[in-house]
């Protein structure tokens, strides 16, 4: 299955690989029905050594993780990408059209700085409770 997914600590991480059409909503949905999830967490994507989504699929996409606020899911998400500067701008549109669905998505070429981004962001939102 090109599409798996684990948890880092409390990030449930989901990690496309090749081509992807709708593994990775169904990864997203198995990580949130685990009973490690906890409401409110926020989301990692790998898409590292996954194939280059058309507009389209990333505009679906989108609009598939906009949906995943009300099932419990934070409206925060990183996004792993490759080093290539196409793959890069691919992350950006899919921020982009992501955005339009309330989604906050940052950027990353880096694992480890983006887990670090969304844990500080949750340890930021737990201190403002």
Not at 22 to 51: C, Q, W, Y
Not at 115 to 128: H, K, V
Request: charge should be negative; charged fraction near 20%.
């Amino acid at each position: 299955m090109p599409v798996t997914w684990e948890f880092r600590g409390s990030v449930p991480l989901v990690i496309l690989a090749g081509e992807c059409k709708e593994e990775a909503t169904t990864a997203i949905n198995e990580a949130m029905a685990d009973p490690a999830f906890k409401p409110g967490t926020s989301l990692l994507l790998d898409v590292r050594r996954a194939g280059d989504p058309t507009p389209d699929e990333l505009r679906r996409r989108a609009k598939s993780l906009g949906s995943c606020p009300a099932k419990g899911l934070s409206s925060r998400c990183a996004i792993v990408v490759g080093p290539k500067a196409h793959q890069f701008g691919l992350g950006r549109m899919a921020a982009i059209y992501s955005d339009s669905h309330g989604m906050h998505v940052e950027i990353f070429t880096d694992l480890d700085e983006a887990i670090c981004w969304l844990e500080s962001a949750a340890a930021a939102g737990a201190a403002a409770l």
